[in-house]
């Protein structure tokens, strides 16, 4: 069952699907043991969430549809994006899991055809997922403490207009990228996770219309411990109605 925030009709969205801020999500009613984040997209894009958080959808092109739990988000690869503010009030520090599923359009990008990226989700540097236009894969970066530049991760092979699940992990010491529930890229990432306030938390493009996602996302979530591969396995399940692929290791 989902629980959506209940918005004050004094915070109702400036623009189609997403109200500008959003109150406090009481943890124990709204999310499971772990969870500070989930947008469901159920017509919506206001996040559930463990603390405050502000949303904004840019522009009110974010359409919704059909997707593998209930609704989907739309994004149109010409900088369409959802961004949320606030992130360091999340009770991430050492441990996360960053899950959605995704379905991508194309591998061409509208706004900038020579990226080789179509960022699904990022907090800039510090963590985020991503589709390899040139491989064809999901791509994941993670940036601990300490570290001068993000590691990469990248793994499987996808096919445009189909359903994946994709997660990253990070338990302190390694990160893995996930693809309908089997890993499918490893590294040592030793280290802190440490939120920037200072930083969105962006779904649908890196920055305007360059790195721009086609396609849809639904059920993203955020958690502050490590999923286990069971954990992940039972999330992509969820795929069996859409007849998703198999997944080829790289």
């Excluded at 999310?31 to 904004?56: K, M, N, R, W, Y």
């Excluded at 992509?236 to 080829?248: E, K, M, V």
Aim: contains cysteine.
């Amino acid at each position: 069952m989902r629980f959506l925030l209940s918005v004050p009709l004094c915070l109702l969205p400036l623009v189609a699907g997403c109200a500008q801020s959003t109150d406090t999500a009481d943890p124990k009613t709204a999310l499971a043991p772990g969870l500070e984040l989930e947008i469901a997209f159920d017509g919506t894009c206001a996040p559930v969430a463990s603390a405050q958080l502000s949303c904004q959808a840019i522009p009110k092109e974010i359409t919704y549809g059909a997707g593998v739990e209930g609704q989907a988000a739309r994004f149109d690869g010409l900088g369409a994006a959802v961004h949320l503010s606030g992130l360091a009030n999340l009770g991430i520090r050492n441990s996360m899991t960053l899950e959605c599923f995704v379905n991508a359009d194309d591998w061409t990008i509208p706004g900038r055809k020579v990226a080789s990226l179509q960022s699904v989700i990022s907090h800039s540097t510090i963590f985020g997922l991503a589709l390899d236009t040139h491989s064809r894969c999901v791509a994941a970066n993670l940036t601990p403490s300490g570290r001068d530049k993000p590691i990469r991760l990248e793994g499987g092979r996808l096919e445009p207009k189909t359903w994946y699940h994709v997660a990253l992990s990070y338990d302190g010491q390694f990160a893995r990228l996930y693809l309908n529930g089997l890993e499918v890229a490893l590294e040592a990432a030793p280290g802190e996770l440490v939120l920037n306030d200072a930083l969105d938390l962006t779904l649908g493009t890196w920055f305007k219309a360059n790195q721009a996602f086609q396609g849809q996302l639904d059920s993203v979530r955020l958690w502050s411990r490590a999923l286990t591969p069971e954990e992940l396995a039972a999330r992509a399940s969820r795929l069996s109605a859409t007849g998703a692929p198999p997944i080829a290791r790289r």
